[in-house]
């Protein structure tokens, strides 16, 4: 293909037919394509809002005329079933419907363990109490030997494995603890400056950036 029906191509290409490129210029369609693709051109919000041309245009006004305009009213808002339903349709109904209290078929009971992630990824078991309420199985099998988990405090894994809930390896902890668990206090102080040094660079570096 000549540099020159190239650039014509280019030229057309976001606002006109496709076809109609082809047919002109006597190339396959999908060197067209390539061509638009490898020079990141593509058609314009004119072209595709033409229903006549595009077929997102097409989809955008095809039925139109069968939608609910805005501000609609159903004809059944507040009323009964009985009141716009005969009754030979309503006894159908019911038998397809689901009865009041129903559940899905993959409900938990009370007392099921399901096994999931937090935010940052880890698995924990859980335990269902009662509906809608679930709470870390670890906590469960803690409470059940010791009572109610004390305020301010956390029940933690000795091995840190969040899925070994075993009671001896469980230990209560205080908040404040098992925060200078997870911070630079655990490590020695030449492994603590050496963290401090690189926390400085990168604030350094991302300041840098920003700027």
């Known amino acids: 293909m000549?540099?020159?029906i190239k650039d014509k191509i280019l030229e057309l290409y976001p606002y006109t037919d496709t076809k109609e490129i082809v047919e002109k210029y006597g190339?396959?369609?999908i060197k067209v394509y390539n061509l638009a693709s490898y020079h990141g051109v593509k058609k314009n919000?004119?072209?595709l809002?033409?229903?006549k041309l595009s077929g997102r245009?097409?989809?955008?006004n095809h039925g139109a005329k069968h939608r609910f305009p805005k501000g609609h009213k159903p004809h059944n808002k507040g009323r009964k079933l009985s009141e716009y339903t005969d009754q030979a349709s309503i006894e159908k109904i019911k038998k397809t419907s689901f009865k009041k209290g129903n559940e899905p078929h993959n409900t938990k009971h009370d007392g099921a363990i399901s096994l999931r992630?937090?935010?940052s990824g880890i698995k924990y078991y859980y335990y269902r109490v009662s509906k809608a309420k679930w709470i870390p199985y670890h906590?469960?099998?803690w409470?059940?030997?010791n009572g109610k988990v004390p305020k301010g405090h956390i029940v933690v894994f000795k091995d840190k494995n969040s899925l070994n809930c075993k009671l001896e390896n469980l230990e209560l902890i205080t908040y404040a603890e098992n925060m200078n668990r997870n911070t630079i206090q655990r490590y020695p102080n030449e492994i603590k400056q050496a963290l401090k040094t690189i926390i400085k660079l990168k604030k350094i570096i991302n300041g840098k950036e920003q700027n």
């Open 49 to 51: 809002d033409n229903w």
């Open 57 to 60: 245009g097409q989809i955008i």
């Open 45 to 47: 919000q004119e072209y």
């Open 139 to 141: 906590h469960k099998i």
């Open 2 to 4: 000549k540099q020159a």
């Open 27 to 29: 190339v396959s369609i």
């Open 117 to 119: 992630c937090d935010k």
């Open 143 to 145: 409470m059940d030997a």
